[in-house]
């Protein structure tokens, strides 16, 4: 797991174009960071066309990328809490950004239990963050 600071994106998952989503951030050949903004898939042709906004600069961009072509997606930590009597771990929401830590530590010293972390892309689906990886107890 990449040790950074709470709210910070780190871009360290190949992902295919047609696991593309809207708002989802991610880099691509030119050396910049871009979030999604807009897709379209063309079954037809297996491509993806893809609107982006530039994090740094705001300009858009529209890329025309095969189902194959592999993108690095926009990482972050998200925090859970795992507990002797429950059988998963109980994430914390990643809207709460840099607070999750605190969130989850804070609720540690009220009923116990073990601060984990795991990687996610932020909003990557209807329901919000898409895991990449398995819990792990964090530092």
């Not at 992902?15 to 809207?22: G, I, R, S, T």
Request: hydrophobic residues 35%; glycine residues 8%; aromatic residues 10%.
């Amino acid at each position: 797991m990449n040790p950074l600071p709470d709210g910070e994106t780190w871009y360290d998952v190949e992902l295919p174009a047609q696991k593309l989503a809207e708002g989802m951030p991610i880099y691509y050949e030119e050396d910049v960071y871009v979030t999604v903004t807009a897709l379209i898939f063309d079954e037809d042709r297996h491509r993806v066309i893809a609107q982006t906004r530039g994090d740094d600069d705001g300009r858009k961009r529209v890329y025309d990328l095969a189902y194959d072509t592999e993108v690095y997606a926009g990482i972050i930590t998200q925090y859970g809490i795992a507990r002797p009597d429950h059988r998963d771990v109980m994430p914390v929401h990643t809207k709460h950004g840099a607070r999750a830590r605190r969130m989850a530590l804070s609720y540690i010293a009220r009923r116990g239990g073990r601060l984990m972390a795991r990687p996610v892309i932020p909003d990557a689906t209807d329901y919000g963050a898409k895991p990449v990886g398995e819990f792990e107890p964090a530092p």
